[in-house]
């Protein structure tokens, strides 16, 4: 079946420290895997996507890490600010003939930022 | 404001009632999507449409929900005969050329009585 999921609710760290949020996969057929924040009151937002054929992309301040192996997604934030508070979703999204335009998201990793 | 816009961002409505959304997309955006969304829980996808064409649908789309896109601009999503289940922020999210990249709005709260 298709399942995107994330290891823990809540993610709490210090501000300066970096932030690492998982999240597991059950579907090999993905073609990509991407990241969203979603700040309260309003509608998610990409923050960075990774192809099926990579292990590893890095954005500014973030690093996207795939292993396939376990079928393991996390991104990495550094020198983590305030403005990252949010609810983190990862979501994966099948290409190809179908031209679908299906995300599944998880459920997502709620990342408090103590100042 | 040029991001994706949805009216109303609230709505309170009695149980088997219809209610009709709406969605302006980015401008020249050719991909429109909808997605439910419960508290807690991540997006989950509805439907999309490639310009006025409606590509796909999800099996959470019951013959009660429809949604349209006539001129390949907004796009508008009714429910009919509303249940207390059908309580949720409806997400509608654009996108020019990728998929992956969605850009959403702010969404409309559904409160069914």
């Known amino acids: 079946g298709e399942s995107v999921g994330l290891h823990l609710p809540t993610l709490s760290v210090q501000e300066g420290d970096n932030s690492i949020i998982n999240c597991a996969y059950s579907?090999?057929?993905?073609?990509?895997f991407i990241w969203y924040k979603q700040e309260s009151g309003k509608g998610p937002q990409f923050i960075i996507d990774i192809r099926s054929n990579m292990d590893k992309r890095q954005g500014q301040r973030v690093t996207v890490l795939l292993n396939k192996t376990v079928k393991h997604l996390s991104l990495q934030i550094a020198a983590t600010q305030p403005g990252d508070s949010a609810v983190y979703f990862c979501a994966e999204n099948r290409a190809g003939s179908s031209n679908t335009g299906k995300l599944i998201f998880g459920q997502g990793t709620t990342l408090q930022v103590k100042p | 404001d040029t991001g994706v816009s949805q009216d109303p961002r609230h709505k309170i409505t009695k149980r088997g009632q219809n209610v009709t959304f709406r969605c302006d997309p980015i401008s020249e955006h050719n991909r429109l999507y909808w997605y439910r969304q419960t508290l807690g829980q991540g997006p989950e996808f509805l439907t999309y449409f490639q310009n006025e064409a409606q590509l796909e649908k999800s099996r959470l789309l019951s013959d009660r929900f429809s949604a349209e896109r006539p001129k390949g601009s907004f796009s508008t999503l009714e429910i009919q005969r509303t249940e207390q289940g059908d309580s949720a922020m409806y997400l509608c999210?654009?996108?020019?050329?990728?998929?992956?990249?969605?850009?959403f709005g702010p969404g409309t709260r559904l409160t069914v009585t």
């Open positions: 999210a654009s996108s020019l050329g990728s998929v992956r990249e969605q850009y």
């Open positions: 579907n090999s057929a993905s073609d990509y």
